[in-house]
Each structure stands twice: as C-alpha cells, then as structure tokens.
C-alpha cells in the first residue's frame, strides 16, 4: 500500500537496521528483530512499525473520507472520488503486483543462481484469510530485503549480527554463506538491479496515476457539468464567472500538461538511477559521500513496501506536480496549496509529534508502580534527539517499547505505549481529513462572496437602510432586500446575485 502525503516521520521502526539504534533521520531500527523473535506481533505494533499501514490507516480514516464527506457538490465528490480510486487502489495492488508478478520471480532466479535454496517450504499465508502473517511473510525470503548500505562496495559499517541472522535464515542459508555473497560483487550488483527495478515499477505506475487523476478530473467535471473551471465553487456562483476566472488556465492548459508529464518520467527514471549510481559508486569523499549517507532513508519494507522518502520523491514528482499544474483558478490553487501544507505535516509527523507530546504528559503525571517502571523503560527518546532543540519531545516506537518489555502485550508500560500511538493517530485523522479541508470551504466562500457580492452605499444620506459592512447576511451571500426608494419603481433596483441574475429575476 503505497500511500501518500512531507518530511519523514521521527519514530517508526524501519526492518533495515540494528535494533534499538536510531539512525540519523530519526527512525528507530528494529522491526525485523522483533519478527525474528518469534511471537507474532500483536497487530497495533505491526500497524505502527509498517509506514505502508500507519499511513493507510491515516488514508482510510481520515483523508479520503474527509474529501468525500466535505466535498460541496456532486461534480467535486467525483474528483475526490477518482483520486481516492486510482491512488488509493494503486497503493493496495502495486506492491502486491510487483511481489506476484516481479519480486518473487527475481529472487528465484538469484537463489538458484547463487546456490540458494530454491523451495523454502513456507506458507503463502492468504492476504484476505491472514492478513497479519501475509505482511510478515512478505519479503521474508527475497534477496531484495538486503539494505541499501550492504551492497555498497566501499560500506565498511557494522552489519549487526541479529539482522544478519534473520536475513540469512529468510533466504535459507547460514550467516556465513550470506558475508560471503556480499562480498561478491556480481551478487551485489544482481541485487541491486532488482531493487532499482522495483522502485522504477512502483515510480512509474504513480506517473501513470498522477497524470490521470488530475487532468482526468478536469475532463470529467467539464464534460458532466457543461462548464469550465474550480468544481468547488460551482454552487456559489455562476458559469460565467468560473470561465473566466479560468481563462489563464485553459490558455496554458498544454503547456502545464506537457510540464506535468516530462516531470513525471524524470521522476521515475531519476530516483532509481540516482540511488543505483550512488549506492555502486567507489567513490568515497565529497558529494558521493554524502549521498551515501543517504541511502538507508530509501530501503523499502518486506523489499516491497515504499519507504517514506521514496513516498516524499514519489509526492513531489508524481502527486503535488499535476494537482497543482492542473488547478482550473486561483482559489482552487490556494485551497491545494493550504491543503497540501498542512496534510503532509500531518501525514508525515503529525502523529509523531503528538504522540511525543502524549508520552511526556504520561512520564510527567506518572506516580507509583508505573513511575518505577517509566524510570527502567521510558516511553520518551532521550533528550538529545527530541526535535527544535530538545524543547519538542518524541517518543519511543511502539516496538522498542514492546521488545523492553519482554514481548508481553499485557503489561502496563506497553498499554499505556500502544494507547498513546493510537490516541496520537485518531487526532492526526481528525485534523487531517475533516478540520483542514472544512476550514479550506469556509475560506473560500467567504473570499468569493466578499467579491462578487454588490456592495450598498453605507451614507445614510444616500441609502437611509444602510447598516454596518459586518452586519449578517443571508443565504449564500444575498444581502437582505432593500425597500423600493421612495421615487423608484421596483424594476429599477437591479443589484447582481453570485448566480449573475438581478434580484428582480431580470
């Protein structure tokens, strides 16, 4: 489920690292540890460990009904409906496409090249009977889960011993054959191949979905409505004013499509070349060097599932280029644009933070048995990696906490832990897809009936029913109606409604 919305999140788990060790980015390793300690997860800690399913968790609650919900007329409800279809859909059936049909096929054909064995004998857990062992058995066997950082020839890290144990058991081997092919510089390169290959499937089928999405939407609301411009302001004004307010639009409409499309092959084509350059690059000073600091951000999940900076490319390149090249007007670019900002914060790290801010109010409220325990296993990352300057505190992942505890879903500290990641995710759905795009309505229709609504003198001496610029109107912007001037027939008090008629009807 390659979902989407900015910045990476600074406390889940990443499968790719030792465990207990937070990595520069802020992500705490461990993920795949805990699966080798062989208890099931309980599903609260895979959901939080796996970005894939803590983000869609976010899409499923929060963004995408909000869109639907909120949306203010048909023709906008069946925008947001096409974006949730393709990108929603696509995020559920890409990864499992490319595990079927690429994934699967790709690492067979590496283990029978390099004396691996070929039949493992595991189940094939059903995605809709078992879907907890489904996830966990993802990736298990394939030599694609190998990170970024192992296939780098001048890598002179530390490969923890636990990773390297539960690697090796996935592909059926011993840790000592698996040091040895990583050694090989023909298995590293094969290994990369396959893995630039399946961030260049997954990028380019987002290109494809982003280009449909948003030009599709366009095409579809004009043909269904007859008229050009922002479906979201249709019930508020008239077809004349959303035509012309779009005429900037429809002159540069194939310009920004061909701007749109160039953007979204480079892309897909510039991400998986640029990791496979630096990550086979001997080189090991200046800018190379620093990009190859880079390259554990970027390993997938299971070998199949999108980091978060792969997603924040993928964002970019594929999502917030077309939306915004194809807004029809300003208002509808100033929606996005606010819609956007506050989404991917949100998306991104709104959960951290509050979540952050849930377990220093617990640390500091804790009293009794659950203090003594807080001062052993703290629910909070040292202080030293909180975010602006140690002021904005973080927490620890829910399966750090899960493993300090002994793997024992009962006990206190992980209730408190788990409650905490949950409550930090609801209140991230709320403000995620209901309080912002509620607040991007209200906006936009005040701004629009500040402008086409007719303003009457406010000089007594002119207009004696004058009354003050912020007295209450009613209905979608009508101010109320004036008496007839003493000397004036009612036919000759013309003053324009946002639907463009008089208020004679004439």
């Not at 869109?67 to 696509?90: Q, T």
């Not at 595991?122 to 990170?147: C, E, N, T, Y």
């Not at 380019?204 to 004009?222: D, H, P, R, S, V």
């Not at 309505?441 to 003050?468: C, F, G, H, L, V």
Request: hydrophobic content about 40%; aromatic content about 10%.
């Amino acid at each position: 489920m390659q979902t989407q919305r900015l910045t990476p999140a600074f406390g889940h788990p990443s499968p790719h690292g030792p465990p207990y060790v937070s990595s520069r980015f802020g992500t705490a390793a461990g993920a795949a540890m805990g699966r080798a300690m062989g208890a099931a997860l309980p599903w609260s800690v895979t959901i939080h460990t796996n970005q894939v399913l803590s983000r869609s968790f976010l899409d499923i609650f929060g963004y995408y009904p909000g869109m639907l919900i909120v949306s203010r007329n048909l023709y906008e409800r069946l925008e947001k409906g096409l974006n949730a279809l393709l990108w929603f859909g696509l995020g559920i059936f890409a990864p499992m496409g490319v595990e079927t049909v690429y994934n699967r096929h790709y690492g067979n054909r590496l283990r029978a090249k390099y004396g691996m064995p070929s039949n493992l004998n595991q189940v094939r857990a059903s995605l809709f009977r078992s879907p907890l062992k489904w996830f966990r058995q993802i990736g298990v066997d394939s030599p694609m889960q190998l990170p970024f950082e192992w296939l780098d020839p001048t890598f002179k890290g530390r490969k923890p011993p636990k990773q390297l144990a539960y690697i090796a058991k996935g592909l059926g081997i011993n840790v000592a054959k698996l040091g040895n092919l990583l050694k090989n510089p023909g298995f590293r390169r094969d290994v990369m191949r396959g893995k630039s290959r399946i961030m260049l499937i997954d990028l380019g089928l987002f290109a494809i979905a982003g280009q449909l999405t948003f030009w599709g939407k366009n095409w579809m609301t004009e043909r269904l409505a007859h008229r050009k411009g922002f479906s979201g302001i249709f019930k508020y004004t008239s077809a004349d004013y959303t035509k012309q307010a779009a005429e900037h639009y429809e002159q540069q409409k194939k310009d920004r499509i061909a701007a749109s499309i160039v953007v979204g092959v480079l892309g897909a084509l510039g991400l998986p070349l640029l990791v496979n350059r630096v990550v086979q690059s001997p080189a090991k000073t200046g800018l190379v060097k620093s990009l190859k600091r880079l390259m554990p951000a970027f390993n997938y999940s299971n070998a199949i599932f999108m980091s978060k900076w792969v997603l924040l490319w993928n964002l970019f390149a594929n999502y917030l280029t077309p939306e915004f090249l194809s807004c029809r007007d300003s208002n509808e670019v100033r929606e996005t644009a606010w819609k956007e900002g506050v989404a991917s914060a949100l998306y991104f790290g709104g959960d951290d933070v509050f979540a952050g801010l849930g377990a220093a109010w617990i640390t500091r409220n804790a009293s009794g048995h659950v203090k003594k325990q807080l001062a052993k296993i703290p629910l909070l990352k040292p202080r030293r990696q909180w975010l602006l300057n140690g002021k904005l505190p973080l927490a620890q992942s829910l399966m750090r906490v899960y493993q300090e505890t002994g793997a024992n879903p009962k006990h206190p500290l992980y209730r408190l832990a788990r409650n905490n990641a949950w409550w930090s995710l609801v209140i991230t759905v709320a403000l995620l897809g209901f309080i912002t795009p509620l607040l991007n309505n209200w906006y936009t229709k005040q701004k629009i009936m500040s402008e086409i609504t007719p303003q009457q003198p406010t000089d007594p001496r002119i207009n004696p029913t004058a009354r003050p610029r912020h007295a209450p109107r009613s209905g979608y912007g009508h101010p109320p109606p004036l008496p007839a001037w003493p000397l004036e027939t009612p036919s000759r008090r013309v003053g324009l409604t946002p639907t463009g008629t008089n208020r004679t009807g004439v």
